[in-house]
């Protein structure tokens, strides 16, 4: 059983670029999560998609979007890059978008905006 | 109201010793406490989960207990070992129909040999 891969690892961007980071989900899985998680803090969620459509978001600006592919796997997109958006981006599936559906994450990409 | 406080910042226990960590929250709505460990340059790992109608839950040497009228529960490690030196986060979740997960702050866990 294959777990969440992210790509890529590291990433360094300026200030005001674009930048997509992508996921692919657990096997079987088809909600798809994203969280940012700034150095020594606990992760923040972003949003949630299930079956390629949007479905909760967090408390972050319409410059953080998202997509959902029919195989499940997912794409943020952030754009016009500010410095505190330097952070570890987490990508997390499950089973379902439920109650019953335990996150699983991947080991994140590292954004750094200078 | 959507919070999760979370303490200790970091602890220092010996080989062998009880880790405890605690965590608060306000929102009654919650309905699901998982506890994630994290090792450096990796993801949150899911460690063990409780919903509020039980108050304890063991698996290995990992025991939540949970108190619902205080609105606390905590993790203990028993007999702590080297290679549970990690940083814990607790969290619950939010409801509103989809699975999003508060985290708090994170405890960092060093178990001396």
């Known amino acids: 059983e294959t777990g969440v891969t992210q790509s890529p690892t590291h990433l360094i961007k300026t200030r005001g670029q674009q930048v997509t980071l992508r996921c692919s989900s657990q096997s079987g899985h088809n909600t798809v999560s994203w969280y940012q998680q700034a150095l020594g803090q606990g992760p923040q969620f972003i949003f949630q998609y299930y079956r390629e459509e949007e479905n909760g978001r967090g408390n972050f600006p319409p410059r953080f979007s998202g997509l959902q592919f029919p195989n499940y796997s997912s794409e943020l997109n952030v754009n016009a890059l500010e410095l505190d958006d330097s952070a570890l981006y987490l990508c997390?599936?499950?089973?379902?978008?439920?109650?019953?559906?335990?996150?699983?994450f991947g080991n994140g990409t590292r954004l750094t905006v200078t | 109201q959507q919070q999760v406080k979370q303490s200790p910042q970091s602890l220092i226990v010996q080989k062998g010793g009880i880790s405890i960590i605690n965590c608060a929250y306000e929102?009654?709505?919650?309905?699901?406490f998982p506890w994630y460990q994290q090792f450096p340059g990796k993801g949150p790992a899911l460690l063990i989960a409780?919903?509020?109608?039980?108050s304890e839950k063991k698996e290995g040497r990992f025991t939540i207990s949970f108190n619902k009228s205080a609105k606390q529960f905590s993790l203990h490690i028993m007999d702590s070992q080297p290679g549970d030196s990690a940083t814990y986060f607790c969290a619950a979740r939010g409801g509103g129909g989809y699975n999003k997960l508060i985290f708090g702050a994170g405890t960092r866990l060093a178990v001396h040999p």
């Open positions: 409780i919903r509020p109608d039980v």
């Open positions: 997390a599936s499950s089973i379902d978008r439920g109650y019953n559906s335990p996150l699983h």
């Open positions: 929102n009654t709505a919650f309905d699901y």
